[in-house]
């Protein structure tokens, strides 16, 4: 399908990382990539900074809305918008009024890749599962062979043109990375759950729920889709809609063909015959949810047809991913736990039920549309006090209240948040930095929060 794109006028919606790897793939496609980028914080000459050096020269670059009416974007053969870029928007109907293909991002990589797709997406677990199966990947086929892309960093289409006939790469997707893809086409996807999140750009469950659904397009039974069988709206899709076959996984019921968790021990079954695999506490993770991560990731090997005993090796080796239930230290008899990556309730339920010790968490941030009811429920018996910072904290503290939890207390400032914790910690507790919000009203990204949260933690005297 490259050569379609030989002399075609794509535009680029988005200069970040999705942005840069589609002009340095358009360049090497032989197009001629346009960059537009709508921040008023940047100027053109680091928009361009951003690009390869080799292709600053060829790639004219925007500085204007998309909306703005005297860009003639019926010039364009395409338009390709980062994962960033909502798509219900007036300038979107203009373009598609104009028949003009929106391809995202990893839609433009897949028309460019070669070798097999696997491709794992969910509200939670995505980034750990992802992670762990490029390790198993790279264990069973090499360096060479093996490509892990996608939301976890590096862009698909950066590495799309690396891949070969005996290539695996391994993607993380979102569910905006979704919203416009045509010809993407997984051998193994894998859809780890679906919870509330992204609400301030979806709208609704129903819309959230089918762009993550997406990721099984053009799939078919001869191929594999890996779901969660526990959670509700994963499992209502491979019951009724699933395009592939589907392989199951669940840490809370027996399965008579799957991966299941029986009590400690994770158990594959195949037509009522069980097969124990491993003991959870091989492993170097923590908590249900990484439980699940793990058997979705042995799912995943399983279909790709790698020996188990290199897929169990690498299980019990590989360790937390950072800001995703990271242990970081103990000082003075207190644990300290980097859970930064839990950006929506569910996530940081997650990182609530794998602690094991009394525990004062840091909540609050950035607010997105999100509800925190079930997340206060799961505080009975685990959290002795919650410390709230960030635009959300007061919304938090309404929930509390309206569920009888008065543990709370609220910060300014993020740094009276960790003299809170220190103030508070006693020998046998824990730090947890599990915010169930994102990070923007604070902190540039999550990662910028965890690092905030890991330096103070590691600067403690013992």
């Not at 070798?115 to 069973?140: F, P, Q, S, Y």
């Amino acid at each position: 399908m490259t050569e379609q794109l030989v002399n075609k006028k794509i535009l680029v919606v988005g200069s970040g990382l999705s942005g840069v790897g589609a002009v340095r793939l358009l360049h090497r496609a032989k197009a001629k990539p346009v960059l537009l980028d709508e921040s008023d914080k940047l100027t053109k000459d680091e928009v361009k900074s951003r690009l390869a050096a080799e292709d600053r020269a060829d790639t004219p670059i925007l500085m204007q809305k998309l909306a703005d009416p005297e860009l003639d974007v019926t010039q364009f053969d395409a338009v390709v918008p980062s994962p960033g870029v909502p798509l219900d928007t007036p300038a979107f109907d203009r373009i598609r009024a104009a028949s003009i293909p929106v391809w995202s991002e990893i839609e433009l990589a897949y028309r460019f890749a070669r070798g097999r797709l696997v491709a794992i997406t969910g509200t939670n677990g995505k980034t750990t599962t992802t992670t762990l199966v490029g390790e198993i990947v790279r264990a069973a086929y090499g360096d060479a062979r093996t490509h892990v892309v996608g939301n976890i960093g590096y862009s698909y289409a950066e590495a799309a043109p690396d891949t070969d006939e005996q290539s695996v790469t391994v993607a993380e997707i979102s569910s905006f990375q979704l919203e416009a893809v045509e010809s993407f086409h997984a051998d193994v996807s894998a859809i780890l759950n679906i919870t509330p999140d992204h609400l301030n750009r979806h709208h609704t469950m129903e819309e959230y729920a089918r762009c993550k659904e997406n990721i099984t397009l053009h799939q078919d039974p001869s191929q594999v889709c890996v779901l969660n069988y526990d959670n509700a709206p994963t499992r209502e899709f491979g019951e009724k809609r699933c395009p592939a076959r589907v392989l199951w996984f669940s840490s809370r019921e027996e399965l008579r063909d799957g991966l299941w968790l029986d009590g400690e021990q994770i158990v594959r079954s195949s037509g009522g015959e069980k097969t124990p695999l491993m003991n959870v506490r091989e492993m170097h993770l923590v908590g249900r949810c990484n439980a699940e991560n793990v058997m979705a990731a042995i799912g995943i090997a399983l279909s790709l047809s790698i020996p188990l005993d290199t897929i169990l090796r690498v299980v019990k080796e590989f360790r937390a991913v950072e800001h995703r239930i990271e242990y970081v230290t103990t000082k003075n008899g207190v644990e300290y736990y980097n859970d930064s990556k839990a950006t929506n309730p569910d996530a940081a339920i997650q990182g609530i039920e794998a602690m094991e010790r009394p525990t004062i968490l840091i909540g609050g941030g950035y607010d997105k549309g999100n509800t925190y009811d079930e997340w206060i429920d799961a505080f009975q018996g685990k959290v002795k006090l919650l410390v709230l910072i960030g635009t959300t904290r007061e919304k938090i503290a309404a929930c509390a209240d309206a569920h009888g939890f008065k543990a709370y207390t609220m910060a300014e400032t993020k740094e009276e948040a960790l003299e809170l914790c220190l103030k508070n910690a006693e020998p046998g507790d824990a730090v947890l930095l599990s915010p169930a919000c994102a990070s923007w009203d604070m902190f540039p990204n999550y990662e910028a929060r965890g690092r905030w949260f890991k330096d103070f933690a590691n600067a403690l005297p013992d």
